[in-house]
């Protein structure tokens, strides 16, 4: 089972500043499933992006995913308030799928 | 576009038995995987089954193993997550998701339905 862990676990910044946040498999990954999803306060998560570094439908282009082998990073250029949120990393190569412990963001 | 609204949740008891539905809109349904995620109060996510676009295939969290079952109705456009022998520590927020295999990724999600499990 491929083991992703996610860091740090709190990021704390300002509206404009840019974040980036760390996924790392435990063993090397195909990139080609390795995804990473918002999850707002009581909200549903949502998918940002796949494949590493496409991002899905309607996500703007403040955000852009990164990496290969073990190490993944997902990077927001200028924080917008409504970006916080927690960010979870997911690989699916095969079963099971697996997702990170999660980086809480905070504006 | 593609709504799911999942169904079925509430209080119950340790050792009991619940049944989780998800209604899916969408023309598809019957050629996308599906899967059940659980999030437990203030804490991340965790996957919990998938079930092929055919129900030919099924997988399950290690854990869980023998006491969840997924199941799904292409005619109906549902999928079902029975749980039997309920602990604590099922407590959680359960989502269907879709998966679609273009993106491997799981890109349609239910609002959730929340399970208590206690006495």
């Known amino acids: 089972e491929i083991v992703l862990t996610q860091s740090p676990g709190t990021l704390s910044l300002s509206p404009g500043e840019r974040a980036t946040l760390s996924c790392r498999a435990s063993?090397?990954?195909?990139?080609?499933?390795l995804a990473w999803y918002q999850q707002r306060p009581g909200q549903a998560p949502r998918l940002l992006i796949y494949?590493?570094?496409s991002r899905a439908t309607g996500i703007p282009d403040r955000f852009s995913g990164s990496g290969s082998g073990t190490d993944f990073t997902l990077t927001i250029s200028r924080l917008e308030p409504e970006d916080s949120a927690v960010y979870y990393c997911?690989?699916?190569?095969?079963?099971?799928?697996?997702f990170g412990g999660g980086t809480k963001v905070e504006i | 576009q593609v709504q799911l609204v999942e169904s079925g949740g509430g209080v119950v008891q340790p050792g009991r038995s619940l049944r989780l539905s998800c209604a899916a809109s969408?023309?598809?349904?019957?050629?996308?995987?599906m899967h059940w995620v659980r999030q437990a109060p203030g804490k991340g996510l965790e996957w919990v089954a998938a079930?092929?676009?055919?129900?030919?295939?099924?997988s399950y969290a290690d854990s869980l193993k023998g006491r969840f079952t997924i199941s799904r109705d292409n005619s109906n456009n549902m999928v079902y997550l029975q749980m039997n022998s309920l602990r604590a520590e099922d407590t959680a927020v359960y989502y269907c998701?879709?998966?679609?295999?273009?993106?491997?990724?799981?890109?349609?999600w239910g609002q959730g339905i929340l399970v208590t499990v206690s006495s």
């Open positions: 063993q090397s990954i195909n990139s080609m499933y």
């Open positions: 969408g023309s598809t349904f019957s050629t996308s995987a």
């Open positions: 079930i092929w676009y055919d129900g030919s295939h099924e």
């Open positions: 998701a879709r998966f679609s295999s273009f993106v491997s990724a799981l890109d349609y």
């Open positions: 997911q690989h699916y190569g095969s079963s099971p799928l697996t």
């Open positions: 494949v590493t570094s």
